[in-house]
């Protein structure tokens, strides 16, 4: 039997400079800071390895991917 996940999932980057919001098991949103600069991306997982991208941060796969939640979310969307 197979667990339900319940989206959207949240997470981060331990260095605080990469956002996601995990849509579902096939589309995320991202936010990434480069320097100064804020860059926003919609993804959609089209081949394998962006499918275990994303499999990866739902499951907090590596050390440097953190839990983040909705507020965060949008405080650093609101800069």
Known sequence: MENKIDYP?????????????IINARKFEEVQFIGSIK???????????????????????HEGILESNENEWLEINNH
């Open 9 to 21: 999932i949240f997470r981060k980057l331990n260095n605080n400079r990469s956002y996601y919001h």
């Open 39 to 61: 860059k926003q991306y919609l993804h959609e997982a089209k081949q394998y390895p962006e499918i275990l991208f994303i499999q990866d941060l739902i499951k907090i796969a």
